[in-house]
């Protein structure tokens, strides 16, 4: 399968080469801002995937959940669709391995990775969402064991505002219930204010759906504010607020069959402040603060039994970071430090809280033209685990303009959630508070290939990472208990290809093909022992999408396959077709248009074939 894969992606690749027209425009830079240096992506050592906004709006996905499954790469496991509830993971790794951000700043659940994608980030807002793929505690400290998922905002040029109204069905009934059509629908609004040196934007939005079976409704609401503001040329300011509060039936999300009339509410409230300041022509200065709330509260017998098998959560986390950067003749240093406090106080994890203090030092320079180096070290306290530390490197040689050869050397941490070590959810889960931290061995190589309109990656890499955290069990009848089950060790290579056909100033044709291969091998673990989420990660994932323009005119297909590592493989297709008339924009999506039978996550099957319409009107 993978020798197929590989030739059907170069002979597209060679095919694609013979049409390029010399009239064709170059593929657009795009700086990455890391929280220490900017780096446009042609010279980044790193594997880094953007998903810019051009592709964001084209794509039949509402929510960072669905735009991040059409990622090459990203193995998004969804209980609930079109953003209710879903994992997401790097490569092969588990839910906890990666690390969210938002402009930066790390989105972590110290309760469980299961409620880190519960964002109120409309897909309007924006920019693009930087992949950052290996161990990256370099850059972005703890948790970023296997990955990294930054979503940066745009920063607005014009006022305006928007209206955005949807509605969907699969056209099937709820034969187990109230025998009603399955529907959904949404609405959406917002504004934005831009000024000469202040810029703010804020939207609200309210989805709800019945489901697409058997309690599966939800009802979501959110709300997202941004200010950005220039002091002068050399002090700016961006601040951010959101809350979402998430709602949904949860039948079969944890503990299938027995949860078939289980639900769930999750409320997450975050806000940061974080500003950059030139203080001289060599030295930048970098502080952020954020705090981040979240309520889960889960009724494994729904809302018809509040007073058994309920469980709240209440977390809290605050933390502060200082960044800077100093340019010297040699080269340019990063150095800084940040804190983080973390409480929960739970009714079956009862009260915790815990620090963590990490310092790092960066250096990147050029040792001979065309060698760019970046290495340095990241050392992290924390008041259950005391002090470690995780050196990078990361290298790139560029042979030609168009032509770069790349490789990093990297390592990382993950501290196990509160979940992990102290859940008392018996006879179904336990937590262990004698867990280890997971850490994280990653080198890989790679090149990179930019020319014109057509742009092609391929990587290899070899991951060790030791005490590997799973939920396992020895029989059926046992609870299932976190435990570090041993060493897991994973190959893979990934090859990423993208090309762009102007057929004339009005109609474009743009095609991106990726494909990932990861081959999983266990040390020093018991045959015996059942494991609960590992056993459910991608082997092979080919990702596609095509798209045309035609002057306000846009059609995309979308396709997607896996193969986990246990259970059938299967093919998702979906689509979006959009016309433009002046500032009025209709839509329509249809996903999974095969009408594929397929689950992401234990028992639960995801939605057949969806049809959704939508106008937007926006004067920005």
Known sequence: MTKLYFAALTLLSVSLQAQVQKDTINIDEVIIHENRFSTPISKKNRNVYVIDQATIAKLPGRSVQEILQYANGVDLRQRGPFGSQADVSVDGGSFEQTVVLLNGTKIIDSQTAHNMLNLPIPVEVIERIEIIRGPAALTYGVNSLTGAINIITKKPTQSGFLVNSYAGSNFEKDTQNTGDTFYGTGIQVGGVLSKEKQQHSLFASHDKSNGYRYNTAFENNKIFYQGNYQLNNANEILTSFGYINNGFGANGFYAAPGDKNSSEVVQTTFASIQSKHQLSEKWTLMPRVSYRYNYDDYRYYGIANLKA??????????????????????????????????????????????????????????????????????????????????????????????????????????????????????????????????????????????????????????????????????????????????????????????????????????????????????????????????????????????????????????????QRVTGPSYWVNDFRVSQSIKKVTVYVDAQNIFNTTYYEVGAVPLPSRWFSLGVKFVTF
């Open 309 to 562: 098998g309920r469980s709240q959560h209440y977390s809290n986390s605050v933390a502060a970071e200082v960044n800077t950067t100093y340019k010297m003749e040699t080269g340019e240093l990063g150095f800084g430090a940040e804190v983080r406090s973390e409480d929960i106080s739970s009714s079956n994890i009862g009260d915790h809280n815990r620090d963590n203090f990490g310092i790092y030092l960066q250096y990147r320079t050029t040792f001979i033209e065309k060698l760019d180096v970046n290495f340095g070290t990241y050392l992290n306290y924390n008041s259950d685990y005391k002090w470690q530390a995780y050196p990078g490197l990361d290298a790139s040689y560029a042979i030609t303009d168009a032509f770069k050869i790349i490789g990093n050397i990297g390592t990382s941490q993950r501290i196990p959630s509160f979940t992990d070590l102290y859940l008392n959810q018996r006879p179904g889960n336990i937590g262990n508070p004698n867990l280890e931290t997971e850490n994280a061995f990653q080198s890989e190589i790679g090149f990179k290939y930019i020319k014109r309109d057509f742009s092609f990656n391929a990587n290899y890499f070899f991951r060790k990472i030791s005490n590997f955290i799973d939920w396992t069990r020895n029989v059926t009848t046992e609870p299932w208990q976190s435990n570090n089950y041993g060493n897991l060790n994973t190959n893979g290579f990934n090859l990423r290809t993208n090309y762009r056909v102007n057929f004339s100033n009005e109609s474009k044709l743009n095609i991106n093909l990726a494909y990932s291969y990861l081959d999983f091998k266990f040390q020093d673990v018991i045959s015996t022992v059942y494991a609960k989420y590992l056993v459910s990660s991608l082997e092979h994932q080919v990702t596609n999408t095509i798209d045309f323009q035609h002057k306000n005119f846009t059609a995309l297909f979308a396709t997607r396959f896996s």
